[in-house]
């Protein structure tokens, strides 16, 4: 990739922005460092580390890279032997291997991210030198106590030969026979010892050695003899103090160079995690995608964004971000011409493919659609803009023949050429036929072309050739604005008159321009602004018709769901009812088991309990015959109204019609509307349509029962008989509201009597019953209390 074309693509601006989302110094010179890629294989490697550090800041943020820092210089300085380094160097190295122990366990998903994980497992925490660092140097920079034992004495030392030192100046100061000596009661420091200030007018009156004197000469700091041979010793144990710290310094140094093939990769796999991470930060402040990469040479990128748009200068994204575009140059193309207005957004469109590309082979998201294709170009070349230099004696148009020759020396089949205004800066009509011989030329060498231009004849030459296409940039004709739209299939108009007019040129010069230009040309002028407005009426409604497509799949998408979410209803009320039906068969059959073993052991006929055991088989045989009643069939509806009651049979379900839609019905089931076809539908013959409550609208049933008697007579009859008409008697009373009984069953021999109330003792709706008194009946009848 030449120098010129990342330069005119504005690729080091890509570069400041991703250096600027970088977190360390390493990294930010990794992304200042960085250019396409030649090998297909490291593009795509790159592209899916990004990937997936897109992923680990989505759930578990930032990496633990902050600790990181520019080791290079510091490992340089060791080359020589016996050098040694200053504490904040060691420092440095203890804070990044601190980063390299941290991304070892921070990268350890091996299933969602096992490229960064792989990556990360080759960091050397380089254990005994951080620990060895981790003792010795804290976190300012100091040099600690436990870096050694001897360091620890000598700084004991130091401070206890200190304290004395200012116990005995301060007794000094605050001595009665010295008021007035003293120009401040306070302890200082000249030439490493410690001294007072002394009046200069008492300097008799202290006998010590003078260090230094005040600027105005009224205060003189002396070192009293009482502390000469203290300050003595404290200045000897600095000096060992010193000579420790360096002996400390060289060991710490030597750890050091032993472990620098270590540390240097080290810094080198943090400084790429770092890239990788701003590469990702990056790709979610513009949405960015990795586009899929094909074998052969095809561009389709699809709402792509010039990513340079999105942001401000300082890096900080824009509010209104960039126009999405299409730009395509298929399989079978080998050039896309594009026209249409000036500041329509034809270079632009050239920059926008071209900076993309170049990103792609860089490793980088691009801001496009996620299902664009793009190819890795071996080489992009770019002509774009004015290159014209009075130093090198070059005009404009010499400066693009210059650098179109050296595109067509170096350009093959594996190559992208971007040309901005071809054949401008001359004769329109010479230059069209020198852009014309360019794109033949590089037709031939097999390199795919992108061509902005103006000149009819180049226009004409999409028409003349199978593999070139012509593109329009979008120009609003009401609003007389660019819209910075791509349409692709016909030229676009240049449309000066229309812009010259939208920015006030008198009519007068207008109607002379128009004059000057001939019939013809106006009227191909004309012609094409037409075609382009009909394509732009076109489009806009080819996209009304995708949403209004869209919408009818998301209605029956919706339908079908309804359908199955009603089935599986269906299916479990059913499923219910015959659970609970199975559940009353079988509470039945064991109580008619119980009557009849108490039948036998009252010691009933054989014949009666023969009688008693066929019914019990009789029930339990009608029950195993049971099954669903079949869904009943009908006629399909011509017409229906609104409140009639259809079956659906594919639900085996009612509906009440709510509303009639032509051939369609909108139904109410279960609470949940639907609309369906009259012919996936049948009615009810005789129709049938739901009764609705007042001021409500609901659908509702009634049950209504004969006049009722609170006395149920059971003289006579057998137990299983009694029963039955005694739990219908029972649940008629509890309809009806009463709350007390009466029930005859004579005495007989009490086996009635027995069945009757063990029974209600086991009755939900019973709250108490008793025998009536003599006068009523006595043991003959049992009043019962049901609840209210």
């Not at 080091?12 to 960085?34: C, N, S, V």
């Not at 996209?543 to 769901?561: F, H």
């Not at 039945?588 to 036998?600: H, M, S």
């Not at 029930?743 to 021999?749: D, K």
């Amino acid at each position: 990739m030449t120098d010129e074309t990342l330069r005119v693509l504005e690729y080091d601006k890509i570069k400041q922005l991703l250096a600027g989302q970088t977190q360390t110094e390493p990294g930010r010179q990794r992304a200042e460092a960085l250019h396409p890629l030649n090998d297909s294989e490291a593009v795509k490697e790159a592209l899916a580390e990004v990937d997936e550090m897109v992923w680990v800041l989505g759930e578990r943020g930032r990496a633990p890279l902050s600790g990181c820092r520019d080791l290079e210089p510091s490992l340089v300085h060791l080359r020589a032997e016996g050098t040694w380094l200053l504490p904040e160097a060691l420092l440095d190295i203890r804070s990044t291997l601190e980063s390299a122990s941290s991304c070892r366990r921070f990268f350890a998903d091996e299933e969602r991210t096992p490229r960064l994980c792989a990556l990360a497992s080759q960091l050397q925490p380089c254990r005994d030198l951080f620990e060895e660092l981790r003792r010795s140097i804290g976190p300012r920079g100091e040099i600690l106590d436990s870096a050694s034992f001897e360091l620890g004495e000598v700084r004991r030392d130091i401070l206890t030969v200190r304290s004395r030192i200012k116990r005995s100046l301060e007794n000094l100061l605050a001595s009665e026979k010295l008021a007035g000596v003293f120009q401040d009661r306070i302890i200082t420091e000249r030439n490493g010892r410690y001294v007072v200030p002394v009046r200069a007018d008492h300097r008799g009156r202290v006998k010590g050695f003078i260090h230094d004197e005040s600027s105005s000469g009224q205060t003189l700091f002396i070192e009293p003899t009482s502390v000469l041979e203290w300050n003595n010793e404290l200045q000897a144990l600095q000096r060992e103090e010193k000579r420790e710290e360096e002996r400390i310094l060289r060991r710490l140094s030597e750890s050091v160079r032993r472990e620098k093939p270590a540390l240097r990769q080290d810094q080198r796999i943090l400084a790429h995690l770092d890239s990788r991470g701003a590469a990702a930060r990056l790709s979610l402040l513009y949405g960015g995608v990795a586009p899929e990469l094909t074998d052969f040479p095809v561009v389709d990128l699809r709402d792509a964004r010039h990513p340079l748009l999105l942001f401000h200068s300082d890096g900080t994204k824009r509010d209104k971000g960039a126009i999405p575009i299409d730009l395509r140059l298929g399989r079978d193309r080998s050039a896309l011409i594009i026209s249409g207005p000036n500041t329509g957004g034809k270079t632009v469109a050239l920059k926008t493919a071209g900076l993309l590309l170049l990103m792609v082979k860089s490793g980088l998201h691009i801001p496009c659609h996620a299902d664009s294709r793009v190819f890795l170009f071996s080489r992009i070349f770019a002509d774009i803009g004015d290159e014209q230099s009075i130093e090198e004696d070059l005009s404009t148009f010499s400066g693009h023949l210059q650098r179109m020759r050296r595109i067509l020396e170096q350009a093959d089949q594996g190559s992208l050429v971007l040309l901005d205004e071809a054949g401008t800066g001359t004769d329109p009509a010479e230059g069209g036929a020198l852009a014309l011989a360019v794109l033949d030329t590089l037709r031939e060498k097999g390199a795919r072309t992108v061509v902005t231009t103006h000149l009819n004849i180049v226009k004409n030459y999409a028409w003349q050739r199978s593999d070139v296409e012509n593109a329009a940039v979008e120009f609003d004709r009401e609003t007389l604005q660019p819209t910075y739209r791509l349409h692709y299939g016909m030229p676009g108009a240049s449309s000066a008159f229309t812009i010259a007019r939208c920015l006030g040129m008198p009519d007068a010069v207008m109607k002379r321009a128009e004059s000057y230009l001939g019939e013809g040309d106006r009227a191909s002028e004309h012609q094409l602004e037409t075609l382009n407005q009909l394509s732009l009426h076109l489009e806009k409604e080819r996209a009304d018709l995708q949403v209004r497509l869209e919408a009818a799949a998301r209605d029956r998408e919706k339908r079908r769901r309804l359908l199955v979410e009603l089935e599986q209803q269906k299916r479990s009320l059913i499923e219910k009812a015959t659970r609970k039906a199975e559940q009353k068969a079988r509470d039945a059959e064991r109580q008619l088991k119980a009557i009849l073993k108490e039948a036998r052991e009252a010691g009933q006929e054989a014949r009666e309990q023969a009688e008693l055991s066929g019914k019990i088989r009789e029930v339990r045989d009608e029950l195993a015959k049971q099954h669903l009643p079949e869904s009943p069939t009908g006629v399909v509806p011509r017409q229906v109204t609104v409140g009639e009651i259809l079956r659906i049979p594919a639900l085996g379900a009612d509906a009440e019609v709510v509303r009639e839609v032509g051939a369609e019905a909108e139904l109410s089931v279960q609470g949940k509307k639907v609309r369906l076809p009259l012919s996936q539908l049948q009615q009810y013959t005789p129709r049938r349509f739901a009764e609705k409550k007042a001021g409500a609208g609901k659908i509702r049933s009634r049950v209504e029962r004969d006049s009722f008697s609170p006395r149920l007579l059971l003289v006579g009859k057998r137990a299983d008989e009694a029963l039955v008409v005694l739990d219908r008697f029972l649940d008629d009373a509890l309809l009806h509201g009463a709350r007390e009984v009466e029930i005859v069953h004579g005495s007989g021999t009490g086996i009635l009597r027995k069945v009757v109330r063990e029974f209600l003792a086991e009755h939900r709706g019973v709250v108490a019953f008793r025998s009536a008194d003599v006068s009523q009946g006595g043991e003959n009848l049992t009043l019962v209390e049901l609840r209210p």
